[in-house]
């Protein structure tokens, strides 16, 4: 997470006091959502309930990301309009890849507006450079979904340029 502090972009020490977080989210029997690196250290005990690379879910119709998904130690099946889904047995549930991103997000908002003492209303949100229009457009829902109001969508490698001031 970078946020600008005097007019200068800053990156900013999350999930506790780490440059970066996992977008790793696990649930529980009471429906509590554990985020990061908490989250990580629940997903040898609790595989079934602890989701990992979503981001290569969202926005994605099953059929296409079949391959991918059986490899995961979680289910994923196929919403009523095809799009791959998350099976939580713990919530009895299926989620949405954008719901549990929601969840990742809320995190890094909830931790960035700890350092840096503000709300967070607003928001640019990188996306992998492969990502097509329905890929880019549920990253925007789970930015909505978090309460953000996403100003733009970013290419990782623009982001990167721009970090390196090129």
């Not at 979503?54 to 099946?77: P, S």
């Not at 939580?88 to 960035?112: N, Q, R």
């Amino acid at each position: 997470v970078a946020a600008m502090q005097d007019g200068v972009p800053k990156i900013l020490r999350v999930d506790n006091d780490h440059p970066t977080m996992p977008s790793v989210v696990h649930y529980n029997a009471s429906r509590d959502v554990t985020v990061g690196r908490k989250a990580v250290r629940l997903q040898s005990k609790d595989p079934a309930n602890t989701f990992h690379s979503v981001k290569r879910f969202i926005g994605q119709k099953l059929e296409v990301v079949r391959k991918e998904a059986d490899n995961m130690a979680y289910t994923v099946e196929a919403d009523e309009d095809g799009f791959a889904a998350i099976k939580c047995p713990i919530v009895g549930a299926s989620l949405l890849p954008e719901e549990i991103s929601a969840h990742v997000l809320s995190k890094l908002i909830e931790d960035t507006e700890r350092i840096i003492q503000q709300q967070i209303k607003k928001a640019v949100v990188t996306v992998p450079a492969y990502f097509d229009d329905e890929q880019r457009e549920a990253t925007r829902t789970a930015g909505l979904a978090a309460g953000l109001e996403v100003v733009k969508l970013l290419r990782e490698p623009q982001a990167a340029a721009i970090a390196y001031g090129l």
